[in-house]
C-alpha cells in the first residue's frame, strides 16, 4: 500500500492560517483518490474534503467549505491542506488517507493513512 507521510502542522492564533503537506511514496500517486480527515480530543475521525485523482473534482465538508481548500501535485506526489481562518474547534490530529476508488467518505472507504499531524488552534 501507498505510504502517507503529514507534515506542517502546529500552534496558531484563531484566524490565522497553516498548509498541511502529505508526502506519498510507494505506490502510484496518480491512481488514488486522496482525503483528509482530523479527529478531536474524544472524538471519532471526521471528514475534511477529497480530492479526484487529477485534481478536476473536490468535496468538501460544510463545516471547512470556504476556509479550506485541497489540492495535489501528481508530479511531487503530495496532497495539500491549505487551511484559514482557523477556529478553536478546528484543533485536531489532521490525517491524510488514500483510497483506490470512491465509496464514500468514511474512514472505511480509505485504505491506507498518515501517522497524523496535530493541529492546535487557541482563542
Known amino acids: 500500500q501507498v505510504q502517507l507521510v503529514e507534515s506542517g502542522g502546529g500552534l496558531v492564533q484563531a484566524g490565522g492560517s497553516l498548509r498541511l503537506s502529505c508526502a506519498a511514496s510507494?505506490?502510484?500517486?496518480?491512481?488514488?483518490?486522496m482525503g483528509w480527515f482530523r479527529q478531536a480530543p474524544g472524538k471519532e475521525h471526521e471528514f475534511i474534503a477529497a480530492?479526484?485523482?487529477?485534481?478536476?473534482?473536490?468535496y468538501y465538508t460544510g463545516s471547512v467549505k470556504g476556509r479550506f481548500t485541497i489540492s495535489r501535485d501528481n508530479v511531487k506526489n503530495t496532497v495539500y491542506l491549505q487551511m484559514n481562518s482557523l477556529k478553536p474547534e478546528d484543533t485536531a490530529v489532521y490525517y491524510c488517507?488514500?483510497?483506490?476508488?470512491?465509496?464514500?467518505?468514511?474512514?472505511?472507504?480509505?485504505?491506507?493513512w498518515g501517522q497524523g499531524t496535530q493541529v492546535t488552534v487557541s482563542s
Open positions: 510507494g505506490g502510484t500517486f496518480s491512481t488514488y483518490i
Open positions: 480530492i479526484s485523482l487529477r485534481g478536476r473534482n473536490t
Open positions: 488517507a488514500a483510497a483506490t476508488r470512491y465509496t464514500g467518505t468514511r474512514t472505511a472507504d480509505f485504505g491506507s
